[in-house]
């Protein structure tokens, strides 16, 4: 949106041909600068805007590691809110579900250089496919709700 409250469209520079079918994207919390996570049916990426002189550009940071990858379609994911952390604090966490009933939760051992990331969490709650997830933004605990399809 620009200074007179309208909307403007913007290429924003982001290879779409080499994510095959973007299923959800989520913005990270702005402390952690501009990061999203892209999701196509089986592939997470994470990409960070970075200003310059030009205006700025998009860069794909890393493609975290996904267990089983050509066997899941990966129906949700959510950056986590700032003050998540598992029991630490300003941690940058990322929650994926998947059609196979996981529950996935994922750290970045550096948030400034956003390539490193490590399972924290691992849920297999129920045997059904998994639809949605929300974290919870109004608590102080880390709580990640999901649905189901049943």
């Known amino acids: 949106m620009n200074s007179q409250q309208k909307w403007i469209k913007e290429d924003v520079g982001i290879e779409l041909d080499k994510l095959k079918t973007v299923q959800r994207i989520s913005w990270a919390h702005p402390e952690f600068g501009q990061v999203l996570a892209v999701s196509t049916l089986n592939e997470i990426s994470i990409w960070e805007y970075r200003s310059n002189d030009c205006g700025g550009q998009w860069f794909n940071r890393t493609t975290p590691p996904i267990s089983e ?6 129906k949700d994911v959510q950056f986590s809110p700032s ?8 941690a940058l966490d990322l929650a994926y579900c998947t059609d196979s009933g996981q529950l996935k939760i994922l750290r970045c051992k550096d948030a400034r250089l956003l390539k ?28 990640v709700a999901v649905g189901t399809a049943e």
């Open 83 to 90: 003050y998540s952390g598992m029991g630490r604090s300003r």
């Open 69 to 74: 990858p050509r066997h899941l379609v990966i």
């Open 116 to 143: 490193d990331w490590e399972t924290v969490k691992e849920f297999s709650l129920c045997k059904d496919a998994f639809t949605c997830l929300a974290w919870n933004v109004t608590s102080t605990c880390s709580m």
